[in-house]
Structure formats: structure tokens, C-alpha cells
């Protein structure tokens, strides 16, 4: 902060010329009863004389007189050369806690949406907050390139026009969608129109935005089973019947869902890498799944969150290069190939639906910072995003061979797992019959965030599981926190 940073702006002083009591008393009084209530907290810094006395339309005389007569009693300290503050001593002092009382009217049931349910119940937020080693999804944070970063921030910010500085572009930074349909291009064979793609501030944003622009109640969603929390949950929010479709060796279970539920608008998928079971949709899988969203008017959704992660052979072009009929939106992310806090994803859409999406966009004023993506714009085009790319690649095939090994060494009767040719978590299977969300907890409580595979269900799976992220933990830490694991986990069995 500047040495000369401006005051706090006081703007609940009310100076009443009407009243009997002289204006020096009425700041008085406010100022003092201010800081007795914590409204202004110690080492807060005061406006100087002259900007108050202008603020309020009052003489800079009284305002001086106001502040030596608090300078005085002890409430204030003056800094040569920097201000007037509230008294640091006052930290000492015991300020009446607030208390947040909740009040719920009585005859609320009844009158809220349907929709109030599944936000109160989604466990989607469990991705807020402090993470724990193994924490799945979270990217080597410890990795981070935040000088380079700076510099392209500090560059965006710069930038002579100032258009950064406004909102932008409706459908989002037009650089950043050239540089996104150039890398789609190189990395995911996928031909596509910069104008066809809508930036999200992350890919939870275009779930909401193709939930929000297509779906109406009571339609159909077939959704993997396990699958994605938080895109399932705002379907389920939004009044959709999101049905459960298991996952076998080549993915989502086509026929199973043709047998056993409605027609679908809408398909969940996540066919590079299934999240979180990590099975690659098979190319006979992918091309049943198009024609049979084709013959039955459906969109399917790809989110092809972790796809730059593959650590073994070649990654098979995207679904949505397969689709002729552009029945595919492409959802993609850059929480996991750089870091969540980025807040930049965005959603390939079809050409008649982009104007419908950017207003949504804007009526849901979620719009990514044009600043992080003119940033991320001329990052990829530097070339400084593949190198990440590549370096995180290499980093993560080693941390997960670490975790293998150390799982090996001490957790081998405990749990069933196996090593996993992409993404950024192992799947790691209970041998007892405890419940994973049990095991998740005891863990949770040594300090290890794993989570249990039946969060991830809409519909309980025989399975009890842990999912155990390795990108985000370093080597040297991994066998002291895996031999914790099998301690704590011996424990409870
Ligand atoms: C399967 C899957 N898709 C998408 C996302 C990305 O979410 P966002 O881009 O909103 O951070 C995540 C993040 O947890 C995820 O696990």
C-alpha cells in the first residue's frame, strides 16, 4: 500500500445542520461510538482533515478540533507524515462480539423453489476451503510459475487501451479464444472456430451455462455414474431427472441407460478420461454414443478436464471431433492444467446457439476477468503454456510412481489399487468392507484428504473407495504421509 493511502470513507456520518448539537459533537459522538463498536478497527487510518471537512461540507477547523480532542482521550494516534489511525491499543479492548443470529420466517416451507433441496444438499463444495495432501484434482500448486505469471498479468494490465479494464468482450477475450481454438487444434485434434467458443470463469460455469440456456424441468439427463459432482448437481438444481448411468470397461453404459431410462436432452460425459474411475471411452463407444444422440435430437456434453495429462501412448482425438452434427459441446478447463484460482474455462458451442450463451453469460454475471485472459492469451501463445504443460506432465508421472511405490510398501493389504495412465489421481480400493465415507473422515482427521468414491455416486455403487490425488503432493512427502495412512487406517479396521 502506498504511504499516503487514503482513509477509510466514513460514509455513515451523518451531520444534521437541523439539530441543536453543534457539528464538532456530531462527529465527535460518531467517531468515537465508531470505534467503541468496532466499526472502525484499530490501525484503521482516518481521512485527512481536508478530505473529511470536503466529504461533509463542514470546516477543516471543526474536523481538527474533532480528531486532537479524540487524539487526546486515546482513541486516535497520529504518524507524522502518513496520518491520523484508530489507537492500536484499543486491540486490548473487548469489543461486543456480532453474533449472526438465523432467523428463518415460520411459513417459509412451501414458498421456496424445488431447486433450494439440491443446493442445500450438493456436496459439491468440498472443493472450497484448505486442501490436505491428496486432495484429487488439485494441480502441483508448490509448481506454480507465479513469476512468469506475473509478468503476463502485469503486461495485460498495461495493455495501452484499456479495454482490459471494462468488461470485455461479451462471448469473452477474443485473443484468448484464437489462442484456445489454436491449442484445441494441436492438442485435441479438434477443428473449431474461434467464434464458436464462449470463455467461463472454469468449466462449472458452462455446466451452468448450457443448464441454464437448454434445460427446462423435468428433463431427462443421463449422467455418469460415478461422474462429476458439481455439474450434476446444478442439473439437478435447475429441475432436471439426472439419471444414473454405470460405467464399464469402454465407459458410459449405453445400452444400459437405453434400457432403462428416458430419452435424454442431455448427456454427461467424460470420455478421455472418466472422472474419477479414469477409463477412456472406447472409439466404438464414442461413435454409438453420436449416433445415438443424433437419432434421438440429444446434446452430450464433453468435459475434457484433465485430457493434457496422459502419461502413456496417445490421447484419442476429443468426442467432439468425431461429431459432424456439432450435437457436442466441448467444456474445458484451466484448473487443472494451470490452478482453479485462474477461474478461466470455456465451452465450444454450435454456431446458432453463440449469441443465446454470451447473453446468458452476461445475465448470470459470472464473466471471467479480461485481464487474466488477455494474460492467458499471449501465455499460450508464447508457447509458455505447452512447456508448463510438459513440465507438469513429467512431474506428475513421478509423483504418481512415488505414491505407487509407497502404497506398495505399506498399504498393499489394506488397499487394492493400481497405477493410472492419466489424469492426476489413483483410485485406491478398500480390502475391509468399511465404508469409504468413514474411512474418508478418520483420514480427514490425520490430516489426509482423500475422498470416498461414493460421494462421486447419484446411485451407490458396490464399491468402497478412496480417491487419492498425486499431482498435488511432492515426492519427499509422500512416504512419510502414506505410512500416516496405513497407520491411521490400521487403526480402524
Ligand atoms: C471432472 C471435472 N470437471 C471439471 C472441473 C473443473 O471445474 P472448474 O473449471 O470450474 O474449476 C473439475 C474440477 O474439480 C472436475 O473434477
Known amino acids: 500500500m502506498p504511504k499516503s493511502a487514503s482513509g477509510a470513507l466514513l460514509s455513515t ?54 480528531y486532537e480532542q479524540l487524539l487526546a482521550e486515546g482513541y486516535l494516534k497520529s504518524k507524522t507524515g502518513s496520518g491520523t489511525y484508530v489507537s492500536e491499543d484499543l486491540e486490548l479492548f473487548n469489543y461486543k462480539k456480532l453474533k449472526a443470529v438465523m432467523i428463518k420466517p415460520a411459513d417459509v416451507e412451501g414458498k421456496l423453489p424445488d431447486r433450494v433441496d439440491p ?16 486432495r484429487p ?34 462471448n469473452g477475450s477474443k485473443d484468448l479464444r484464437k489462442s ?72 458410459l453404459n449405453l445400452d444400459y441407460a437405453k434400457n432403462n431410462f428416458e430419452l435424454p436432452k442431455l448427456i454427461f460425459a467424460t470420455p478421455s478420461h472418466q472422472h474419477p474411475l479414469g477409463i477412456t471411452m472406447s472409439l466404438a463407444r464414442r461413435l454409438a ?7 434421438k435430437n440429444s446434446w452430450i456434453i464433453e468435459d475434457d478436464y484433465d485430457s493434457e495429462f496422459r502419461y502413456r501412448g496417445r490421447p484419442l482425438p476429443a468426442l467432439s471431433a468425431l461429431d459432424e452434427e456439432r450435437r457436442v459441446f466441448y467444456v474445458g478447463t484451466f484448473s487443472k492444467a494451470l490452478c482453479s ?41 508464447d508457447g509458455r ?22 502404497l506398495n510398501q505399506d498399504c498393499s493389504d489394506l488397499l487394492s489399487f493400481k497405477s493410472s495412465d492419466a489424469g492426476m ?20 482427521d490425520d490430516g489426509i484428504e482423500s475422498l470416498p468414491l461414493s460421494v462421486y455416486c447419484l446411485k451407490p455403487i458396490k464399491r468402497s473407495a478412496l480417491v487419492l490425488g498425486f499431482s498435488g503432493v511432492a515426492r519427499k512427502r509422500m512416504p512419510g504421509l502414506v505410512r500416516k495412512m496405513s497407520e491411521t487406517l490400521r487403526s480402524i479396521h
Open 137 to 170: 484434482g488439485l494441480p502441483a500448486l508448490d509448481k506454480f510459475p507465479i513469476k512468469s505469471w506475473n509478468k503476463y498479468i502485469f503486461n495485460a494490465m498495461s495493455q495501452s487501451d484499456r479495454y482490459n479494464l471494462g468488461y470485455g468482450s461479451l
Open 180 to 251: 484456445i481454438a489454436q491449442h484445441l487444434a494441436d492438442a485435441r485434434g479438434l477443428r473449431v472456430d474461434a467464434e464458436q467458443i464462449v470463455i467461463t470463469s472454469g468449466a462449472q460455469q458452462a455446466f451452468v451455462l448450457i443448464s441454464f440456456a437448454l434445460l427446462k424441468a423435468g428433463d431427462t439427463v443421463w449422467y455418469e455414474n460415478p461422474g462429476h459432482i458439481a455439474g450434476r448437481d446444478v442439473m439437478k438444481a435447475m429441475g432436471a431427472s439426472v439419471m444414473p448411468v454405470p460405467i464399464d470397461s469402454e465407459g
Open 289 to 295: 454414443l453420436l449416433k445415438f444422440a443424433s437419432s
Open 385 to 406: 503454456f505447452a512447456e508448463h504443460i510438459r513440465k507438469m506432465r513429467r512431474l506428475y508421472r513421478d509423483r504418481r510412481d512415488t505414491l505407487i511405490e509407497c
Open 119 to 134: 443446493i442445500n444438499l450438493s456436496r459439491a463444495t468440498i472443493r472450497y476451503g484448505e486442501t490436505a495432501p491428496f
Open 13 to 66: 456520518v451523518e451531520i444534521d445542520r437541523n439539530l441543536k448539537v453543534p457539528l464538532y459533537k456530531q462527529l465527535e459522538n460518531f467517531l468515537r461510538g465508531s470505534i467503541l463498536d468496532g466499526m472502525l478497527k484499530p490501525k484503521q487510518k482516518l481521512p485527512s482533515s481536508r478530505e473529511l471537512a470536503e466529504d461533509l461540507g463542514i470546516s477543516r477547523i471543526t474536523v481538527k478540533s474533532v
Open 341 to 381: 484460482a485462474v477461474r478461466l474455462g470455456y465451452v465450444v458451442v454450435p454456431e446458432w446457439l453463440i449469441e443465446t450463451f454470451a447473453k446468458a453469460m452476461n445475465l448470470l454475471g459470472q464473466n471471467a476477468s479480461p485481464i487474466t485472459a488477455a494474460a492467458l492469451a499471449q501465455y499460450i501463445n
Open 425 to 444: 489421481h489413483i483410485i485406491a480400493d478398500l480390502k475391509s468392507d468399511l465404508d469409504d465415507e468413514f474411512v474418508y473422515k478418520a483420514l480427514l
